[in-house]
């Protein structure tokens, strides 16, 4: 009996000092930086789900992951509360949860295909949309011709998506 307790406080300690850290890789784990997060869904993941992510460009891995693995990383993963992965991406610009889950599912995939990840372009990416959309936003507050053509380009796209309903619901 002494020597199984004996034993296995050996094997704790040898865990302990070598450094790993092996409930990193569980799905309660939390990772704190980008490279922690990556790491995180490499050990998650299926080899079955990587080849299937394999088989996808990014765009459309992008797209078919934002609702069902993005929002798992959200929620998760703290993004929406304020979590330390969450203030990371704060100390780089990056303030909303549905970007950091998009920059983490980008990495992810770009560290599949062993491609660089282009962080700061990523970045800039979604700095560059939140400018945009600021500036569009705070002109229609303050313009109203721009207002007006917006409202005008908004009303056409609906009435030629009312007649396109029109023509399908005859063609049946």
């Known amino acids: 009996m002494k020597s199984v307790i004996l034993t296995m406080v ?16 569980s799905t309660k784990y ?25 088989s996808m460009t990014e765009g459309q891995f992008g797209l078919s992951s934002h609702f069902g693995m993005g929002t798992w990383i959200r929620n998760n993963w703290r993004l929406w509360s304020g979590g330390k992965l969450s203030n990371y991406f704060k100390s780089i610009g990056i303030f909303h949860p549905d970007d950091m889950s998009g920059i983490i599912l980008t990495s992810y995939y770009r560290h599949l ?14 700095q560059e949309y939140w400018r945009t959309s600021k500036e ?10 721009y207002k007006r053509m917006y409202q005008q380009k908004i009303q056409y796209t609906l009435d030629s998506l009312k007649k396109d309903d029109i023509k399908k619901s005859v063609n049946r």
Request: hydrophobic share 35%; glycine share 2%.
């Open 10 to 25: 050996f094997y704790l300690f040898l865990l302990n000092a070598s450094g790993q850290d092996f409930s990193k890789f």
């Open 30 to 54: 939390k990772p704190k930086t980008l490279d922690e997060a990556v790491l995180q869904l490499d050990k998650l993941l299926h080899d079955t789900t990587k080849r299937n992510i394999l």
């Open 113 to 126: 295909k062993r491609q660089d990840r282009a962080l700061e372009k990523q970045v800039q990416y979604y």
């Open 136 to 145: 569009h936003f705070d002109r229609l507050k303050a313009d109203t011709a």
